[in-house]
């Protein structure tokens, strides 16, 4: 069946505010629907002129972002005012790209360098804005609060080729705990741009991802993970256990009495929706204050890295029994 094209990249919508607000009330009118943030041509096209402008710019009224783009509050603009303002300051059409929309999303800690913007037009230079030019015009886009900017697919693609793998390894991580990673999307967006910088990495991340998320039922990741303690000499763990804990009562997939150590087996079938996601944590919570050490084991921790999630289980279970004073 024939799919339409993914819409266009679209830049920030530009607003026109009523008529006979005066220079004053224009620039609150922009600044409450952009962040605190307007342009020189908004505001001429608003009826402002370009002498009651530049006289609000000499007495602070109007502060530069970028050129020809201000922030009409008395503090620094915000992250997101910063991208509004290079969006603005960009060429028509842009979308925040690269960092700027990983940290939109939550992926990355906001930076207070360039703002990164993608664009389908020719290169746009101007001081603190980096603008990447890219042909596929078409690539689906999305708004992250009430911003244009690239898709997840697309963002996760670009860091790798910006940034490189450390910094798009905890980008995924950070993704993947959210729960906002899209695999079939990532995957569309490597097939569609496969020879451009940044696949690579993103394909070494994509793979051990997808072993993970198979949708292993329970029975199969507890069948494996008691396989790992019978091949690495671990004391046997009780097994799907009730736990008493703050007045109420948690089944525990593994736990050990004595070090007072529950495992909990991550299946992405049984812990994919963010509702299960924080009664999850809400759980671990309870069980650290009751003074059990909780850790979350996922399939490969428990089979392909089974040597190693042995070996630091061991050690977590020595230092716990140092701390409790304790034996086996």
Same mark, same amino acid.
């Given at each position: 069946?024939?799919?339409?094209?993914?819409?266009?990249?679209? =830049?920030?919508?530009?607003?026109?505010?009523?008529?006979?607000?005066?220079?004053?009330?224009?620039?609150?009118?922009?600044?409450?629907?952009?962040?605190?943030?307007?342009?020189?041509?908004?505001?001429?096209?608003?009826?402002?002129?370009?002498?009651?402008?530049?006289?609000?710019?000499?007495? =602070?009224?109007?502060?530069?972002?970028?050129?020809?783009?201000?922030?009409?509050?008395? /503090?620094?603009?915000?992250?997101?005012?910063?991208?509004?303002?290079?969006?603005?300051?960009?060429?028509?059409?842009?979308?925040?790209?690269?960092?700027?929309?990983?940290?939109?999303?939550?992926?990355?800690?906001?930076?207070? =360098?360039?703002?990164?913007?993608?664009?389908?037009?020719?290169?746009?230079?101007?001081?603190?804005?980096?603008?990447?030019?890219?042909?596929?015009?078409?690539?689906?886009?999305?708004?992250?609060?009430?911003?244009?900017?690239?898709?997840?697919?697309?963002?996760?693609?670009?860091?790798?080729?910006?940034?490189?793998?450390?910094?798009?390894?905890?980008?995924?991580? *950070?993704?993947?705990?959210?729960?906002?990673?899209?695999?079939?999307?990532?995957?569309?967006?490597?097939?569609?741009?496969?020879?451009?910088?940044?696949?690579?990495?993103?394909?070494?991340?994509?793979?051990?991802?997808?072993?993970? /998320?198979?949708?292993?039922?329970?029975?199969?990741?507890?069948?494996?993970?008691?396989?790992?303690?019978?091949?690495?000499?671990?004391?046997?763990?009780?097994?799907? *256990?009730? /736990?008493?804990?703050?007045?109420?009562?948690?089944?525990?997939?593994?736990?050990?009495?004595?070090?007072?150590?529950?495992?909990?087996?991550?299946?992405?079938?049984?812990?994919?929706?963010?509702?299960?996601?924080? *009664?999850?944590?809400?759980?671990?919570?309870?069980?650290?204050?009751?003074?059990?050490?909780?850790?979350?084991?996922?399939?490969?921790?428990?089979?392909?890295?089974?040597?190693?999630?042995?070996?630091?289980?061991?050690?977590?279970?020595?230092?716990?029994?140092?701390?409790?004073?304790?034996?086996?």
């Amino acid at each position: 069946m024939h799919r339409p094209p993914p819409p266009p990249i679209q =830049g920030p919508s530009r607003p026109a505010p009523p008529p006979g607000l005066g220079p004053d009330r224009t620039i609150r009118w922009f600044g409450a629907r952009q962040y605190d943030v307007v342009s020189r041509r908004q505001l001429l096209g608003a009826g402002v002129s370009a002498g009651e402008i530049d006289g609000r710019v000499r007495r =602070g009224v109007l502060v530069r972002v970028f050129r020809g783009v201000f922030t009409t509050s008395a /503090v620094a603009a915000s992250h997101e005012g910063r991208v509004m303002a290079a969006l603005l300051a960009g060429p028509a059409g842009a979308v925040a790209s690269h960092g700027t929309a990983a940290a939109l999303r939550g992926m990355v800690p906001v930076s207070r =360098g360039p703002v990164h913007l993608t664009s389908a037009g020719p290169q746009h230079r101007r001081p603190g804005i980096v603008v990447h030019r890219s042909l596929s015009h078409d690539s689906a886009s999305t708004v992250v609060s009430g911003l244009p900017c690239t898709s997840m697919a697309r963002t996760v693609v670009d860091l790798a080729a910006s940034e490189g793998p450390v910094v798009t390894e905890r980008a995924w991580s *950070t993704s993947a705990g959210n729960r906002t990673l899209r695999p079939r999307a990532i995957e569309s967006e490597l097939r569609r741009f496969g020879g451009r910088p940044g696949t690579a990495v993103v394909r070494r991340l994509l793979e051990p991802h997808r072993v993970t /998320v198979t949708g292993r039922t329970r029975s199969e990741l507890e069948n494996a993970a008691l396989a790992m303690c019978g091949a690495h000499d671990l004391v046997p763990p009780r097994a799907s *256990t009730l /736990v008493e804990v703050e007045g109420a009562s948690y089944e525990a997939d593994l736990l050990w009495d004595a070090p007072r150590v529950v495992v909990e087996l991550d299946a992405w079938s049984t812990h994919g929706d963010p509702h299960r996601f924080r *009664t999850d944590r809400a759980r671990d919570f309870d069980l650290g204050l009751s003074g059990w050490f909780v850790v979350r084991l996922v399939w490969a921790d428990v089979t392909t890295d089974a040597e190693r999630t042995a070996h630091r289980l061991r050690r977590l279970f020595q230092r716990r029994l140092r701390e409790l004073g304790r034996r086996w």
